[in-house]
């Protein structure tokens, strides 16, 4: 896909002042990226403190099932950074991720022949068709995303029961070249690593260089002044669900192609992760403001703690506590951040006046 012009942001006229979007803008990116940094601080004291206690946690094989573990939740954050920076939600995503991974499994049992390409391109399709379906549900009922999304969650999953009827899919079932997918390296870095540092880079640049990427946060920011000036506030949402679930279908073949056994199971529960990897990386949970990136590091984090906490031998529900507590500090910070924006821009313009 090509960048047009139109797709192109125009840039502001040379000498004239920046309007107070403009500016909010600015101030919200700059204390984005010190979030950012923060959390790449955090991520690295976590590291030094687990290497302190076990050394063999950034040994090859500890870094590769780090890497590996966090890539699907890494995917997942960011196609939901692109609903919740549109001041929604989508809860489905586990429920879609395991209806394409049983999916996934089926087409192999039923046409062992097929190229792994052919399944991928399949369960993306199938997860866009059910964000398709959150989307246009919200479009036509004017219904909180919420509501509806907690509604497909229950509804994918139970299509998804209904499918595999107690049926269990095992590796055996699916090609050795579709299972490789899941576990190759190049260069030490798993190709499902590979893949999500893809998809980030793919969703960071349409959100920041494209015109109706940037739309997204003015739906988010405002979404009645988002519609008086023109933006197309309906069809933005719907494709940012399409998108969503498209992602979550990638997710879906990737998760098949990683652990090989599948049953309805697959997923359950990963929404709460997705949604609080996202908000822990800086995307708010009022929308208007984020980052792929910052998803991507929430995600990183949340395996990372994970992973550290088993190696220090600490009590599970302390992972629960610690990650709670980051997304309550997420939270606050969040509103932290949009007050001192606040205040900067009235400041400016007292000084402006």
Not at 13 to 24: E, L, N, S, Y
Not at 28 to 35: G, I, K, N, S
Not at 93 to 100: A, D, N, Q, T
Not at 146 to 163: C, E, H, K, N
């Amino acid at each position: 896909m090509s960048r047009t012009d139109t797709d192109a942001p125009a840039p502001p006229t040379k000498g004239a002042p920046a309007g107070p979007d403009r500016q909010r803008r600015r101030l919200a990116e700059r204390l984005l990226a010190v979030r950012e940094l923060s959390l790449l601080l955090a991520l690295g004291a976590l590291v030094a403190v687990t290497v302190a206690r076990n050394d063999r946690f950034l040994g090859a094989q500890s870094v590769k099932d780090l890497l590996l573990g966090c890539a699907i939740l890494v995917i997942l954050a960011v196609g939901q950074t692109l609903v919740i920076v549109t001041r929604n939600v989508d809860l489905s995503v586990g429920s879609i991720l395991g209806l394409v991974a049983f999916a996934t499994g089926s087409l192999f049992l039923a046409a062992p022949g097929t190229p792994w390409p052919v399944a991928l391109a399949l369960g993306v399709a199938l997860g866009a068709l059910c964000g398709a379906v959150n989307g246009g549900l919200i479009a036509v009922a004017r219904v909180p995303a919420l509501v509806i999304t907690l509604g497909t969650l229950y509804a994918f999953r139970g299509i998804d029961y209904q499918w595999a009827s107690g049926r269990q899919i095992n590796a055996a079932d699916m090609p050795a070249s579709f299972l490789r997918l899941g576990n190759q390296t190049v260069l030490g870095v798993p190709v499902l690593f590979l893949v999500a540092l893809v998809v980030v880079a793919a969703v960071g640049f349409y959100l920041s260089s494209y015109r109706s990427g940037r739309e997204l946060y003015a739906i988010g920011s405002e979404p009645a002044a988002a519609r008086l000036s023109g933006i197309p506030v309906g069809r933005r949402v719907f494709a940012v669900f399409v998108a969503n679930g498209a992602l979550a279908g990638l997710a879906g073949v990737l998760y098949a192609a990683r652990f090989g056994t599948l049953d309805a199971a697959a997923g359950t529960g990963l929404e709460l992760q997705v949604v609080a990897a996202a908000v822990v990386g800086g995307v708010a949970i009022f929308g208007g403001s984020g980052s792929a990136w910052g998803a991507a590091l929430g995600a990183v984090l949340l395996t990372t703690i994970g992973s550290s906490l088993a190696v220090l031998r600490i009590d599970p529900f302390w992972q629960q506590a610690v990650v709670g507590a980051l997304i309550l500090a997420a939270i606050g910070l969040d509103r932290l951040l949009a007050l001192r924006v606040a205040a900067r821009l009235r400041s400016r313009s007292a000084h402006g006046a």
